[in-house]
């Protein structure tokens, strides 16, 4: 189909129709998505001459893409409850403002680092909605709280509850973790320094940024330095979980440090070290297990052994756009991340009820919430990710990249990459969505203008992780947990300030890699 | 009159959660009968499962 600026705006209509329904008449992910889905449907078929077999096809292929995510959401939600029902996640949080006398350090521990941990393992809103109120327990204003549990874990996003926003990049790109992962540990790395200074600029001003610089920069520089060495050898899955623990490490010995030791005891109920090591334990398990997995051959092999693959034939548009054939995305049933995040739940739970944790009917409990917690973002990632390979396979995607890379000039693109990683994520309040809606698009604008993919590609998912904190669904969840239920605007606004900020630098960062590495 | 979510906000949780549910279900179930369908050849069975799935979707408009 030929570049016109009509075609154009045709191929723009259900990444459009998800836009307007979501921002101008406040829809959720699922109904948006699924108002995509049709309109991608209508026009792949009368516009873009797609035939009915190659869109049964699609989704067929979508169904793959999306039970790969499903299986992680669902699973990484599961070890979530599990913990939580155990008081695992209290605990956490009750130990860590103890270490410090410093408030904005102790803000920092809990907006930025535990914030981070929480996106590692649970994601999905549960770093903003468990952060927020301790936050407002160390004295914070219920606006200011929301705004450091949000900005406070933008880094952690993309390689947080177990990469699924990462693993999503890989399926709907094609392209292998290891070339994907360096540029986006680097960028993301460079974010988590900037998240943590704009965190501790909201709590305490230009006094507590300037008094908690040198913590910032250590903790900082340990977690965006350990997700990097991470991810670069494989452990993406982990990247932001152990970064996160790794920057919890840090921050204990930053908390040893003269100028931020308590000056006297410190008075609230803390956590004995028992309790902690158990509360932690569940984690443990995860981590573990996951090692074990990456490291040891012969268990890698045993659980990579029943896979399920679907074969596709060749498919062309009535237009010619042509799909080779081939198998679609493969799930490794039991060695997959979410079969990782499933063992552990169960290990977790048993542990946690050994030790008399769990009140009774907690099972229930547990998945109760866990399936009312997926069961929304489910339909949103199934929709989303049907009208996203539709797009792709009736050529729509390919236009679109075709007009960007028109617009931009080659130097210039970098720039942009980030903020419309940011768009979609805000949009669609996910990393994860505006993987599925852009990267594609992103990719094949790379390629035109001849930019390096796996950089545009990072500064596409740095761009979501970052923009998906600013996203009304996460702020809507903040804001109920520390009574700002009817008052989301007081934050809505200060957040696209704040957040935009490590956007930018995400943005100005890409621009200099892009030269540096000698691109358009 | 459409159903919209405030309608199920008022009306019930519970029943869009079975909804939603019942939607997610088909929608991750359905492809793959289609592709049975496609592979063996049978067009109607694929023509009547595609519907079902649109009609899945059109379940999510409303209840999601």
Not at chain 1, 461 to 481: D, N, R
Not at chain 1, 483 to 508: F, R
Not at chain 2, 12 to 30: D, K, P, S, Y
Request: glycine share 12%; hydrophobic share 55%.
């Amino acid at each position: 189909m030929p570049l016109t600026f009509l075609n154009w705006l045709l191929a723009l209509t259900p990444v459009a129709v998800v836009l307007l329904l979501m921002l101008r008449f406040r829809w959720g992910g699922a109904r948006a998505g699924a108002a995509g889905w049709f309109s991608a449907l209508i026009l792949a078929r009368l516009a873009f001459g797609a035939g009915w077999e190659l869109l049964a096809y699609t989704q067929v292929k979508a169904v793959l893409l999306t039970l790969d995510v499903l299986y992680i959401i669902w699973t990484a939600l599961l070890l979530y409850h599990v913990a939580n029902e155990a008081g695992a996640v209290a605990t956490i949080g009750q130990a860590l403002p103890s270490l410090t006398g410093d408030r904005t350090l102790q803000g920092l521990l809990l907006g930025w680092v535990f914030a981070s941990f929480l996106q590692g393992m649970g994601g999905f809103g549960v770093p903003v909605a468990v952060s927020a109120p301790l936050l407002v327990g160390l004295g914070y204003s219920p606006v200011q709280a929301v705004l450091m549990a949000c900005i406070g874990h933008g880094w952690a996003v993309n390689f947080g509850s177990m990469a699924t926003s990462f693993q999503t990049l890989m399926a709907v790109t094609g392209l292998p973790g290891e070339v994907l992962a360096p540029d986006a540990a680097l960028l993301l790395g460079f974010s988590a320094l900037s998240c943590g200074a704009v965190v501790a600029f909201i709590g305490d001003g230009w006094g507590g940024l300037r008094r908690t610089l040198p913590a910032i920069l250590i903790i900082g520089s340990v977690m965006g330095g350990a997700q990097y060495l991470l991810v670069t050898h494989g452990f993406w899955t982990l990247g932001a979980t152990l970064a996160a623990l790794a920057g919890l490490a840090a921050g204990l010995a930053v908390c040893r440090l003269p100028r931020y030791r308590p000056s006297a005891p410190v008075a609230s109920a803390v956590p004995s070290k028992g309790r902690i090591v158990m509360a932690l334990s569940g984690y443990a398990v995860l981590v573990a297990l996951a090692f074990a997995f990456n490291l040891i051959p012969a268990l890698n092999r045993l659980v990579d052994s029943v896979q399920l693959d679907l074969y596709f034939p060749e498919l062309t548009t009535a237009l010619g756009v042509r799909t080779p054939a081939g198998t679609g995305r493969s799930i490794n049933l039991f060695g997959h991340p979410g079969a990782v995040l499933l063992y552990a739940s169960v290990a977790a739970f048993l542990l946690y009820r050994r030790a008399g944790y769990y009140p009774s009917a907690a099972l229930r409990r547990i998945l109760d919430r866990t399936a009312h917690g997926a069961v929304g973002s489910s339909l949103g990632v199934a929709a989303m990710v049907g009208m996203a390979v539709m797009m792709s396979h009736s050529g729509m995607t390919g236009l679109l990249a075709q007009g960007l890379s028109r617009v931009f000039s080659g130097s210039l693109y970098p720039l942009a990459a980030p903020f419309i990683g940011a768009l979609g994520a805000f949009i669609t309040g996910s990393n994860n969505n505006s993987n599925v809606l852009f990267a594609v698009l992103q990719m094949r604008t790379a390629e035109l203008l001849r930019l390096s993919v796996p950089l545009i590609l990072g500064a596409q998912t740095a761009g979501g992780s970052l923009g998906s904190i600013m996203a009304p669904a996460k702020v809507i969840v903040g804001c109920s947990t520390v009574g700002l239920g009817e008052d989301e605007s007081a934050v809505m606004k200060p957040i696209l300030g704040y957040g935009l900020l490590p956007v930018l630098l995400v943005a100005l960062l890409a621009v200099l890699l892009a030269r540096s590495m000698g691109g358009a | 009159m459409k159903p919209s979510p405030e309608s199920f906000n008022g009306g019930g949780r519970q029943n869009r959660f079975v909804l939603q549910c019942f939607a997610l279900i088909l929608m991750l179930t359905l492809p793959f009968a289609l592709y049975a369908a496609l592979q063996g050849g049978n067009i109607w069975l694929g023509v009547l499962f595609f519907s079902l799935l649109m009609a899945a979707m059109a379940l999510t408009l409303i209840s999601g």
